[in-house]
């Protein structure tokens, strides 16, 4: 079926970085938008990120433009996000989601859909 | 704070009807931006509800609709059942913040 798995969150300490992966299986992967998205302990989704299927597009959030940066390799069906200066508020669950529709839409059109199980990231001292 | 806003909860006995409202402004739903649904249970990932304002996945219910009108989007469980117990998000996009939106999420409790 079609899914997507998330890997890489732990604990980091404030200002370090870190990578999180993402691989997908069950449909053509280069057909995709993919995004990520975030969920803080006990609060709601916040978005983070999307790349365009030839990874020529990205966009960030306000919060996390020029410390993240989203990239993918469609050979091995992946997508990752680069996350530098990390801080505090950064601490949450990270999901990586695909574009509910495959080909290119502008941003917002599609839904998000299938969402993986999340990885969490805690940013502590 | 977030851009889209939910009431935080909506409760309802079994069988009842219940809507959760989702009120954005004219730079997100009432710039006709698509408003999509997610359900998210206990502990899990959310799912897509709703995409598109009011078209169900398979294997949604079709005691889930949404419509929008102006500025805000809505969400209809028709026939509350216990299951349904979960936290439900708007999602849509925001031409000022160039960026996708959610709403605050609504948690339901189904009495």
């Known amino acids: 079926q079609e899914q997507v798995v998330e890997s890489g969150g732990g604990v980091v300490q404030p200002g370090r970085s870190l990578t999180l992966s993402c691989a997908a299986s069950?449909?053509?992967?280069?057909?995709?938008?993919m995004h990520w998205v975030r969920q803080a302990p006990g609060k709601g989704l916040e978005w983070v990120a999307v790349?365009?299927?030839?990874?020529?597009?990205?966009f960030y959030s306000e919060s996390v433009k020029g410390r993240f940066t989203i990239s993918r390799d469609n050979s091995k069906k992946m997508i990752y996000l680069q996350m530098n200066s990390l801080r505090v508020d950064d601490t949450a669950t990270y999901f990586c989601v695909r574009d509910g529709d495959a080909g290119w839409s502008p941003l917002g059109v599609n839904w998000l859909d299938p969402w993986g199980q999340g990885t969490l990231v805690t940013v502590s001292s | 704070q977030s851009v889209l806003t939910q009431p935080p909860s909506v409760s309802g006995a079994p069988g009842q009807d219940i809507t959760i409202s989702c009120t954005g402004n004219s730079s997100n739903i009432g710039a006709n931006y698509n408003v999509h649904w997610y359900q998210q249970l206990p502990g899990r990932a959310p799912k897509v509800l709703l995409y598109?304002?009011?078209n169900r996945p398979s294997g949604v219910p079709d005691r889930f609709s949404g419509s929008r009108s102006g500025t805000s989007a809505s969400l209809v469980i028709t026939g509350l059942q216990p299951e349904d117990e979960a936290t439900y998000y708007c999602q849509s996009y925001d031409t000022d913040l160039t960026s996708l939106v959610f709403g605050g999420g609504t948690q339901v409790t189904v009495l």
């Open positions: 790349i365009y299927n030839d990874g020529s597009l990205k």
């Open positions: 069950g449909f053509t992967f280069s057909a995709y938008v």
């Open positions: 598109r304002y009011n």
